[in-house]
């Protein structure tokens, strides 16, 4: 199990490919009040969708490359719409949702997937959770009868929920508890949102997570986990014929539940105050350090500020020609590691981060301060044509890669009608990177990326400072090294 998302993915998902909307988007895909189940559309790259008659909503990606199909069920719910006090339910329903039905015993489905070479898993985030499962084509009827059985015919009781509620509290004290950097996330997270959701962690809150009991396994089973509330992405070697009429056979029995509503947040207040959040702990060995900001994701931006975010992440310090790479790195030395990102993937307001790490003699201190002025740079003088046309084609290839492989373009659009974009946003993508100028990456740099509202936080060794200096060692080339950036929060 993983808290974060491998770069390839984090790119496709985090970059602002996908999950990243701008607002007053158009509506979602019709529900089944509002069309029929035979009712579909066919957007370009044969990407096609249709709902059920109850309200399912169903993506068909076709990819006749390889004798292989990725299917995966996303549910609208994440952590971020748990109830008061209730942190970390969402992850622990998504280990529920691997034991017995009234149908099959516990463990019988992946076992059947196992058998026939196939993967499967499944993630929690701040916004959704979903399940997933790689297997031949002639399989895929298996996994969607396995997969609409549980969505309705779950059995829980006392002792499942205490064994499993011991596993994932098992999962915090090991994942973040034994992790100084988990742990200072949690930190950051909890000061950058002062009143939104995303304040709380995926995985809970420990003294929460102890109380979570099948009482409320079972109200957020009956509340979410219904056809209505769910979208399946069906990629890989199939046509939609196939994946309409194994739909309806399976999933098209289950009846809607509940009715979940719309998903109102509490909203973060204006915010104008600078914050530090430090930790010193033996087990670190290299001090760095990070600053992020409060900005608009795709769903609450202004027409285009997400884009121009997306890319200024990238020309700051998204890959090893960016400006704080070459900079720190390459020319003076001072960094072991820095960069930035834009995690505008969210439903609501995400965040623009900024990070480094000190090499030899140079100081946490002189890295931030190094890092700074690049911004500054591009606050006061903005940034050349030339800069922004190659990040934006660096954007542009980098969706281009994803089309390779199935599972990312499920993860694409799966991520992306989660929380409320459609296929044709998808599609419009690269129209609307295209169209950002120069001037575009400069004034959001500006209205935003305003250090009087940035968390600042230290990581250091025990009794450490900010300005601890750390031993020599060798840079990596400028060729091999990639900046890692923070992952946004998912669970498996």
């Given at each position: ?24 988007l158009p509506a979602r895909a019709e529900t089944a009040s509002q069309a029929p189940a035979a009712a579909s559309t066919t957007d370009k790259d044969d990407v096609s969708s249709f709902n059920l008659e109850n309200g399912l909503e169903v993506v068909v990606i076709p990819d ?379 004034d959001v740099a500006k209205r935003y990326l305003v250090d009087s509202r940035s968390v600042t936080s230290y990581l250091m060794p025990e009794d450490g400072k900010p300005d601890q200096k750390v031993e020599e060692e060798t840079p990596a080339s400028e060729e091999t090294q990639q900046p890692e950036e923070p992952a946004q929060?998912?669970?498996?």
């Amino acid at each position: 199990m993983s808290f974060a998302l491998s770069r390839n993915v984090a790119a496709i998902f985090l970059a602002g490919i996908v999950v990243a909307l701008p607002p007053a988007l158009p509506a979602r895909a019709e529900t089944a009040s509002q069309a029929p189940a035979a009712a579909s559309t066919t957007d370009k790259d044969d990407v096609s969708s249709f709902n059920l008659e109850n309200g399912l909503e169903v993506v068909v990606i076709p990819d006749h490359r390889a004798p292989v199909v990725t299917h995966m069920l996303w549910y609208h719910v994440g952590s971020a719409d748990e109830e008061p006090g209730k942190s970390g339910i969402a992850h622990f329903f998504e280990h529920l949702m691997f034991k017995a039905t009234k149908t099959y015993p516990a463990g019988e489905f992946s076992r059947k997937v196992a058998e026939i070479g196939g993967q499967e898993n499944a993630f929690t985030s701040y916004d959704y959770t979903a399940f997933y499962q790689q297997v031949a084509p002639q399989a895929l009827e298996m996994v969607m009868t396995y997969e609409a059985d549980r969505m309705e015919n779950l059995i829980l009781n006392d002792d499942v929920v205490k064994t499993e509620r011991d596993v994932v509290l098992e999962e915090r004290r090991s994942r973040v508890d034994g992790d100084p950097g988990a742990l200072l996330a949690e930190e950051v997270n909890a000061t950058l949102y002062q009143n939104h959701p995303y304040r709380m962690p995926v995985i809970g809150w420990l003294h929460e997570m102890q109380q979570l009991n099948l009482k409320d396994a079972l109200a957020f089973y009956e509340k979410y986990y219904t056809p209505n509330n769910a979208t399946l992405v069906v990629s890989g070697d199939v046509d939609l014929e196939t994946v309409k009429a194994l739909a309806e056979k399976t999933y098209g029995k289950l009846p809607r539940r509940a009715e979940p509503g719309n998903r109102v947040r509490p909203q973060e207040p204006e915010q104008n105050t600078k914050r530090t959040v430090s930790m010193a702990d033996p087990r670190v060995s290299q001090p760095s350090f990070q600053k992020m900001w409060l900005v608009p994701s795709y769903t609450s931006a202004k027409p285009g500020e997400a884009e121009a975010l997306d890319l200024l992440s990238e020309i700051l310090g998204g890959s090893t020609r960016s400006r704080i790479y070459q900079a720190l790195v390459v020319r003076d030395g001072s960094a072991a590691s820095a960069g930035a990102y834009y995690q505008g993937g969210s439903l609501d307001d995400g965040s623009f981060g900024i990070y480094g790490s000190p090499r030899g003699s140079a100081t946490l201190e002189q890295v931030e301060a190094g890092v700074d002025a690049q911004i500054a740079k591009i606050i006061k003088d903005g940034v050349t044509a030339d800069e922004l046309e190659k990040a934006r084609n660096r954007f542009l290839k980098s969706m281009i890669f994803a089309r390779d492989s199935q599972s990312s373009m499920a993860r694409i659009y799966g991520s992306t009608l989660s929380t409320g974009q459609t296929i044709k946003d998808i599609q419009e993508w690269p129209d609307r990177i295209r169209a950002v100028k120069v001037e575009d990456i400069q004034d959001v740099a500006k209205r935003y990326l305003v250090d009087s509202r940035s968390v600042t936080s230290y990581l250091m060794p025990e009794d450490g400072k900010p300005d601890q200096k750390v031993e020599e060692e060798t840079p990596a080339s400028e060729e091999t090294q990639q900046p890692e950036e923070p992952a946004q929060g998912v669970v498996q």
